[in-house]
C-alpha cells in the first residue's frame, strides 16, 4: 500500500497527515497564524518519525491546491514540490473546497439528502465556493461569489444545502430564518481528508507535472495602494 504524505495550508490552520493505503496513521496541526514556513517542515518529520518512517519511504505527497491564502498555497506548494523533487516521488493536488465538502459529507446522517456548499473567505462579502452533491460532483462549479439575500435562492428553492467554511458565518446571517439553509461551524481545513480524497487519485496515477504545478489561486493576485481597495 502506497505511504501517503498530505499537506493543508491554505489558511490559517497548518496541517499534515500520513496515510497507509486508506488507513490513517497520523496527523498533526497548528492553528498559529503565519506559521507555515517556519513549522511545517519540522511537523513532516517528526509526524513521519513518530509513525515510524522516513522520508524515503513516502509513495507521493498531496497537497491542498486552493482556492484559499496565497501565501499560504505557496508554501504548501513549495514545500510538497521539494519534497517530491528530492525523493523522485509523485505530487497530487486536492481541492481545498473538496477537503471541506468531504468532511462534511462524513458528518452528516443521509448525506444524500443534502447539497453541500464549502465556503472559503474572501474578504469583504466575497468568497470561493462551489455546490457538490454527496458524491462529491459539482453542481455548480468553483468559482468567486459575492454574497447577498438573492445567492443561491434558485438552488435553496428546490433542496436543503449545507454551509460551512470560514466564509459561511457571512452567509448565515443572510439567510436567518431560512430552512432549507443549514450550517456546521465545525468544519476547516485539514490534511487528513486531502489525504483521503488522494489515495483514489494515486491508485488512479492522477499525477501532478512538478515542474510545472502552481496553486488554483482562483483569481489573480492584485498589489494596489491603500486608496485603491474595492477591487473584486
Known amino acids: 500500500m502506497p505511504l ?6 491554505s489558511s490559517t490552520v497548518c496541517s499534515v497527515a500520513l496515510y497507509k493505503g486508506a488507513d490513517l496513521l497520523g496527523a498533526s496541526e497548528l492553528q498559529i497564524e503565519k506559521s507555515h514556513s517556519s513549522h511545517i517542515t519540522v511537523m513532516i518529520s517528526q509526524l513521519v518519525e513518530n509513525c515510524g518512517y522516513n522520508l524515503h519511504d513516502l509513495s507521493a505527497v498531496a497537497v491542498s491546491g486552493g482556492p484559499g491564502s496565497y501565501t ?3 508554501i504548501g506548494s513549495s514545500t510538497a514540490k521539494g519534497l517530491c523533487y528530492a525523493l523522485d516521488i509523485p505530487l497530487l493536488e486536492v481541492s481545498t473546497l473538496y477537503g471541506l465538502a468531504k468532511q462534511a459529507i462524513d458528518s452528516i446522517p443521509n448525506a444524500q439528502d443534502y447539497l453541500f456548499c464549502p465556503m472559503i473567505d474572501a474578504r469583504r ?9 454527496s ?11 459575492v454574497l447577498d439575500e438573492q ?3 434558485a438552488q435553496l428553492a428546490s433542496q436543503s ?4 467554511g470560514n466564509g459561511s458565518a457571512k452567509f448565515k446571517k443572510l439567510q436567518e430564518g431560512n430552512p432549507y ?19 483514489a487519485k494515486y491508485e488512479q496515477q492522477a499525477f501532478e507535472d512538478v515542474a510545472y504545478y502552481e496553486p488554483f489561486y482562483l ?8 486608496s485603491k481597495n474595492n477591487i473584486k
Do not use: H, W
Request: charged share 15%.
Open 151 to 153: 445567492s443561491l435562492q
Open 4 to 9: 501517503l504524505l498530505a499537506l493543508e495550508t
Open 161 to 164: 444545502i449545507i454551509f460551512f
Open 135 to 145: 458524491n462529491l460532483e459539482e453542481v455548480l462549479p468553483v468559482a468567486p461569489i
Open 72 to 74: 499560504g498555497l505557496r
Open 181 to 199: 439553509a443549514l450550517f456546521l461551524d465545525s468544519i476547516q481545513p485539514s490534511a487528513k481528508p486531502i489525504g483521503q480524497l488522494a489515495v
Open 125 to 133: 462579502m466575497e468568497v470561493y465556493t462551489c455546490l457538490l452533491n
Open 219 to 226: 483569481k489573480d493576485v492584485y498589489i494596489t495602494s491603500p
